[in-house]
């Protein structure tokens, strides 16, 4: 039974650039939500996604954006990256009705 | 929103000893997890208890809803137990909040 998968494990990228980071479900799971988790803290809800459309989100500007495609996995987009996007980005996949949610092992971003 | 305060904000233990942290929030839940953390990053869960209690070998957790405070203890600690436990919780909006995490270092 596979976890949930992201890609890619690290990521490098200048100041304001582009980035896709991806994550693929758990098997059985329908949904899809992604958090950053900046150095030291806990991890801060992004967004989620349901049925391809963005159901839940948090306190993030529009750089952020997503994408879940028809096999429930998903994407994170941030454009014009700043210094501080520099964080660990976290997928968490769960069964939309259940409350448990199940994480994959993250994308380290950094921004320079 | 919710507020999510774990304590103590770091714990250093010899190997052996009993530990418990606490996670208090600030209004009523659907949804609580307790996550251990470890030093690649990746998020374990350990319970998933909005209420009541559980044990899974050495790792029990106790959730009391009604005064709004979960307790995850850990006995008998060993090496590979360090890493930074975190409580998260999940209210009516249905976004999952997390404390700031408890980070535990134990000595052998």
């Known amino acids: 039974d596979a976890g949930v998968t992201q890609s890619p494990t690290h990521l490098i990228k200048t100041r304001g650039q582009q980035v896709t980071l991806r994550c693929s479900p758990k098997?059985?799971?329908?949904?899809v939500s992604w958090y950053q988790q900046a150095l030291g803290q806990g991890p801060q809800f992004i967004f989620q996604?349901?049925?391809?459309?963005?159901?839940q989100r948090g306190n993030f500007p529009d750089r952020f954006s997503g994408h879940q495609f028809p096999n429930y996995s998903s994407e994170l987009n941030v454009n014009a990256l700043l210094l501080g996007d520099s964080a660990l980005y976290l997928c968490?996949?769960?069964?939309?009705?259940?409350?448990?949610?199940?994480f994959g092992p993250g994308t380290r971003l950094t921004v320079l | 929103g919710i507020q999510v305060e774990q304590s103590p904000p770091d714990l250093i233990l010899q190997e052996g000893a009993n530990s418990t942290l606490r996670c208090n929030f600030s209004?009523?839940?659907?949804?609580l997890q307790w996550f251990h953390q470890n030093p690649w990053g990746q998020l374990i869960n350990l319970f998933y208890?909005?209420?009541g209690t559980k044990q899974n070998g050495r790792l029990s957790a106790t959730t009391v809803a009604t005064e709004r405070y979960s307790l995850l203890y850990i006995s008998s600690s060993q090496t590979t137990d360090s890493g930074v436990y975190f409580c998260?919780?999940?209210?009516?909006?249905?976004?999952?909040?997390f404390g700031q995490g408890t980070t535990l270092q134990v000595k052998p």
């Open positions: 968490a996949s769960s069964l939309l009705g259940h409350n448990e949610q199940f």
């Open positions: 098997s059985g799971h329908d949904t």
């Open positions: 996604y349901y049925e391809e459309e963005e159901r």
């Open positions: 209004d009523s839940v659907n949804n």
């Open positions: 208890i909005p209420s």
């Open positions: 998260a919780v999940k209210g009516n909006t249905g976004k999952l909040i």
